[in-house]
């Protein structure tokens, strides 16, 4: 399965600022996800990111708050912008099966905005 | 649209325990059934999945059948250890409708010594 490195692991972070998210993938993937789970949540779709074409958002979240960049097949970013504490969360991002052994997980950035 | 529910916990159990985590799912097509592991303080890790319909996965001495006629996904272990005390997540996606995965709200296990 593929090998997925996300960075920073974690950071704590003023209101109002922005923390960009980096998710590199040691193989070509077609399609990247970016997850949020919230404190004592589940994992909810942010957004879809394709490489050449804009990220799909899910119904709740918007590019202006969570620009996404994916400039090649191996890497992307999400970006939290103009953060508030409610923002804190676990920001993970995923990538498509390339093989049959399923959806892999970067080991998460924890944020905490105060 | 496609769903998953899942037992909510937290789970406390024995060490040596058997332990069942209850999955059901709703899906319009032929979903792909998968259980996710989080440590604490770790990302998410997949445990094990199954394709199509009676299909077992295992792994590590888990083990979930894919029921259709029941749209069931139930996690089984015959043994439970301290190591397993984990966040377990039930998640399905259909490739051929999208890539997307679809989580439970994880059932927190933990196993006492």
């Known amino acids: 399965s593929a090998v997925i490195s996300q960075k920073p692991s974690r950071d704590i972070c003023q209101r109002g600022t922005s923390l960009t998210i980096q998710c590199q993938v040691d193989s070509q993937v077609t399609m990247m996800f970016w997850y949020r789970q919230q404190p004592g949540q589940s994992l909810t779709l942010i957004a879809t990111a394709n490489q050449g074409s804009e990220a799909t958002y899910e119904s709740g979240f918007v590019i202006d708050k969570f620009p996404i960049s994916r400039p090649n097949l191996t890497f992307s970013t999400l970006t939290v912008s103009n953060m508030s504490p409610e923002d804190s969360s676990i920001y993970l991002c995923?990538?498509?099966?390339?093989?049959?052994?399923?959806?892999?997980f970067g080991s998460g950035t924890r944020l905490t905005v105060v | 649209g496609n769903s998953v529910t899942q037992m909510e916990g937290p789970v406390t159990l024995s060490e040596e325990a058997f332990l069942t985590i209850n999955c059901t799912y709703t899906?319009?097509?032929?979903?792909?059934l998968f259980w996710y592991v989080q440590y604490p303080g770790e990302g998410l890790q997949l445990l094990l999945k199954a394709t199509k319909a009676d299909d077992k996965g295992s792994n590590k001495g888990f083990e979930a059948t894919y029921r259709k006629e029941t749209t069931s996904f139930h996690l089984e272990k015959g043994s439970v250890q301290v190591s397993d005390s984990a966040v377990y997540f039930c998640a399905l996606s259909d490739q051929r409708r999208d890539d997307k995965i679809i989580f439970g709200k994880g059932t927190r296990l933990h196993i006492l010594p």
């Open positions: 899906a319009t097509g032929y979903p792909s």
């Open positions: 995923s990538v498509d099966p390339q093989s049959s052994y399923g959806y892999t």
